[in-house]
Structures are given as C-alpha cells and as structure tokens.
C-alpha cells in the first residue's frame, strides 16, 4: 500500500488554510494535500499486520518535490476524489479562491511530498 502526503510551503499552506475552513471544511480537515496524514499509515499498517497471510512487515519513505504553477495546482486538485466529490458549484468557488490566493503569492511554488510505502511478504 502506499499514499503520497503533501507538505505544502508554509506560506501556501497558511493561506490555503482558511479557504478550505471557510469554504470546505471537511477538506480542510481531511485532504494529504493539505498535509493531513495522521494515523492512516498506522492504520493500514495494524491492519496488514494482523492477516495471518503476511508477515515482515516494512515500511518505507520516499521524498520528493514538484513545481506548480496555479493552473497545474487547480489541475491537480480535480484528480483527488476528496475534490471530485464536490458539488461542481462548491468545487468551483473553491477553486476560484485558490488560484486567488496562490496568485497572490507569486503564481508557482515547489510542493514537497513523503511517498510512504507499506508492504508485506506473503507467507
């Protein structure tokens, strides 16, 4: 299994913030582009751990950045199902605060990820 959690700059980040608390809380709250992991790597890995059919389990991490510009970043959001879910109203009032914001902050910035990987050998 594994998940690619984002960890935006902190100035992206702080400006994101009170968008999505605003406009889309439960996003704000939920969403591994907005930095939000916590216990879904301990989780899946409890999970695995306790099937009788795997063991050595190991876990692992990748990092890795990328550059986005605004149009890329709102691109980018469209793929997760935490944004496709939106109503396409919602969504779009989302994104149209977002290219605002990160506009305002210059248009690009360099996103840091942590690919995390947990596997296991099956017996």
């Known amino acids: 299994m594994f998940w690619n959690f984002g960890n935006p700059p902190a100035d992206v980040a702080a400006r994101l913030r009170p968008i999505y608390a605003q406009l889309e809380p439960g996003l704000e709250r939920y969403s591994v582009l ?59 009032r989302l994104l149209d605060a977002v290219a605002q914001a990160l506009d305002e902050l210059g248009g690009s910035f360099e996103m840091s990820y942590t690919a995390m990987l947990v596997s296991a050998r099956r017996r």
């Open 34 to 92: 907005l930095g939000h992991h916590e216990g879904r790597i301990d989780g899946a890995s409890a999970a695995l751990a306790e099937q009788p059919s795997f063991a050595e389990l190991q876990k692992r991490d990748f990092v890795w950045s990328k550059h986005y510009d605004t149009a890329g970043w709102l691109d980018f959001l469209q793929t997760h199902s935490d944004h496709q879910t939106l109503a396409p109203e919602r969504l779009s």
